[in-house]
């Protein structure tokens, strides 16, 4: 028998040998015993079910929240905004960026957000603007004076704000950002000025016509000093609250979008305008009131590291959003496809509904079996922000999660519109209404490729490590100390981690042993070292975070041999188990089937592959039957959904002109 062995420290690892094909007398379950769809609901929930009841009560029952699709971008941000003064106005922000509990009132925070944008992404990130970023900056950077002074005012809306970092010519690269706050002794002032038209503020959400106050990320130069102290954050006020621009600050509007056009977008140039010296953002570097900087960081760097983690948390409430609009036109979809009929084997018999159509299943199926997988590993991931996560776990986590997770949103809903035929392309039918708002999702607070680079780098940095101590690897990378066991059966999710175990044994050190050799050239820099080999290092994060998935749902849901009750969520009704339990196998091995570079590493053997491949479709014949009780468990209200997932005829009838 041939088994996978633990790398060996940094010398060039060769494709693996091919273990035996793996047992295949676990097959998928022939019968699904009935869906506990409350349950389900529930799990997909997470937490602070009464709030999101809450919200959804506000939407149901006001005009403000019916959908008009097709509507100017002035209309849509007055709409927007209409929406959001419904929801305050309902008290629904009370206890979130200002509560005695933070973690609670982050928690009520996201239930609002991610219940928002089932109806309106707009909606949800426009108030994510201002609570999770503006307000989220204040509490994380500030000190506790700051908050004390400002949450309150944040969370009434007596305080709006934008959150100012990206510039035109440094998007990604926020490090580089050329917005100066140069400190003027004498005036007790910092002075921030944009020096170049690369440097305005862009795409900076709320700046165009909402927020009153920003905050402000700024290289910081003191007096006498040509170096940059690094990039600050300063609280900066550019509108009166009449909405009259302050002296030295010039807005602009960026204009209509793709989608998201509720978001009021802007750009910002400052021309030396004033900062009062107390409004540095100073929890970990401050000017005190004789003029000496001081930092608890050790470097520019290590500070810019603390202050852009404010980003991470943000990170997860876009990857959240993403999943809820997967469940929306999951919802849709399935419905529609249990309506629709197309085709029939004679003519007098009855056309074929889509659903039972194999290819329409294995479209939409291992999507939906994903979603459930991606909403329950983030409702984990949310449990344990903070508490029993670290930092650089979390910020692993926060990149990888966000990238895989809207990038399977933005596939899923095309997909979906798609499964829909031209009733899909209808605006009134949501789908590629939303999928249009969603794709900035891929691009903002960072984009997908560069976080998946991050993904790379920490794993690089650990295996560094455990090389460095004898072969000792912890974390995520604890299985490399071990010689892998024989396969698991195939239709199973153990035999997905499994794979994806093989893989990044591989692909890890091999991309390790290519970057020192990149290094060792002469003349080479770190930076070129790892840029020569990026297309390697995507292969290993897209495995990395895809196992960190799969691990995160076995733990917290008990299933796939995982354990019970996992970091911190509670631990899964036993009546969901053979739901989540099939849902699990057929997200692994969609992901196992996805992937070419585990046959390209020797993870997977051809037959094994041929073999995952059949197990999909088994598996989405066994769910097949449960297909209306699926649709529910996406836990979309029908006010939410689209007139296609009801009698469409009915909807497009003559009486109805």
């Excluded at 995520?476 to 175990?501: D, G, K, Q």
Aim: charged share 15%.
């Amino acid at each position: 028998m041939v088994s996978a062995t633990r790398p060996a420290g940094a010398a060039t690892v060769p494709a693996l040998p091919l273990p035996p094909c793996a047992a295949t007398t676990s097959a998928p379950l022939a019968i699904l015993p009935p869906i506990d769809v409350p349950a389900a609901q529930r799990h997909m929930e997470g937490h602070d079910h009464a709030t999101r009841a809450a919200v959804l009560a506000v939407m149901a029952g006001s005009p403000t929240f019916r959908l008009h699709p097709g509507e100017s971008k002035e209309v849509e941000r007055a709409r927007t905004a209409a929406r959001w003064a419904e929801l305050a106005g309902a008290g629904l922000f009370v206890d979130t960026v200002a509560a005695a509990d933070a973690a609670a009132g982050r928690a009520k925070l996201d239930a609002i957000h991610e219940t928002a944008s089932l109806l309106d992404y707009s909606l949800c990130i426009g108030m994510s603007v201002h609570f999770s970023l503006f307000g989220g900056s204040i509490a994380a950077l500030g000190t506790p004076a700051q908050a004390a002074a400002w949450l309150p005012g944040v969370e009434a809306l007596t305080m709006r704000g934008c959150f100012a970092l990206t510039e035109l010519g440094h998007g990604s690269n926020a490090r580089g950002v050329e917005t100066e706050a140069r400190y003027d002794a004498a005036a007790d002032t910092f002075v921030l000025h944009t020096p170049t038209d690369a440097a305005q503020k862009y795409w900076i959400g709320g700046a165009a016509t909402t927020a009153r106050w920003a905050v402000a990320f700024a290289q910081l130069y003191m007096p006498g000093e040509a170096a940059s102290r690094g990039v600050h954050a300063f609280i900066v006020r550019i509108r009166e609250d009449d909405g009259a621009l302050v002296p030295g600050i010039l807005l602009a509007d960026c204009g209509y979008k793709v989608g998201l056009n509720g978001v009021d977008n802007g750009r910002i140039w400052f021309s030396h305008a004033p900062v009062p010296r107390g409004h540095l953002l100073a929890r970990y570097a401050r000017v005190d009131a004789a003029g000496v900087y001081t930092c608890d960081a050790p470097s520019p760097d290590a500070l810019f590291g603390v202050t852009m983690s404010a980003l991470s948390g943000g990170r997860i409430g876009i990857a959240a959003s993403g999943v809820g609009q997967a469940r929306v036109a999951l919802a849709i979809a399935l419905r529609y496809a249990l309506r629709r009929r197309a085709f029939a084997a004679t003519p007098t018999t009855p056309e074929t509904l889509l659903l039972d159509y194999p290819m329409h299943r294995r479209r939409l199926l291992p999507r939906l079996a994903s979603t459930v997988v991606h909403q329950t590993a983030l409702n984990d991931l949310k449990a344990r922000w903070g508490r029993a996560l670290s930092a650089k776990d979390g910020h692993v986590a926060s990149c990888g999660f966000k990238s895989i997770m809207t990038w399977h949103a933005l596939e899923t809903m095309q997909v979906a519109r798609e499964a829909c035929g031209g009733q899909g392309y209808k605006s009134e039918n949501r789908i590629g209404v939303s999928r249009a708002a969603l794709d900035i999702s891929a691009t903002f607070e960072g984009d997908n490729t560069v976080l998946l680079q991050q993904v790379t780098k920490s794993c690089l940095a650990s295996y560094a490590r455990g090389g460095k101590s004898g072969g000792r690897w912890s974390g995520a990378l604890e299985h490399l100390n071990h010689p892998l066991p024989l396969p698991p059966p195939i239709a199973s999710m153990a035999f997905a981690v499994y794979t994806l175990r093989r893989a990044e044994a591989t692909l890890l050190p091999r991309l390790a042993a290519a970057i020192a050799a990149s290094a060792a050239e002469p003349g080479a820099t770190p930076f070129a070292a790892f840029t020569a080999h990026q297309v390697a290092a995507d292969a290993v994060a897209q495995v990395h975070t895809q196992l960190l998935l799969l691990v995160a749902f076995m733990s917290a849901t008990g299933t796939g041999g995982g354990g019970g009750g996992g970091g911190g969520t509670a631990r899964v009704p036993r009546s969901l188990r053979p739901l989540l339990d099939t849902l699990g196998t057929l997200h692994a091995l969609a992901v196992v089937d996805d992937n070419a570079a585990l046959l390209r590493v020797g993870a997977l053997s051809p037959a094994d592959a041929a073999a995952v491949h059949d197990a999909i479709d088994g598996l989405c014949t066994a769910l097949r039957p449960h297909a209306a009780e699926l649709a529910a468990v996406m836990t979309v209200p029908d006010f939410l959904l689209a007139p296609i997932a009801f009698d469409v005829v009915a909807h497009n009838s003559r009486a109805r002109l």
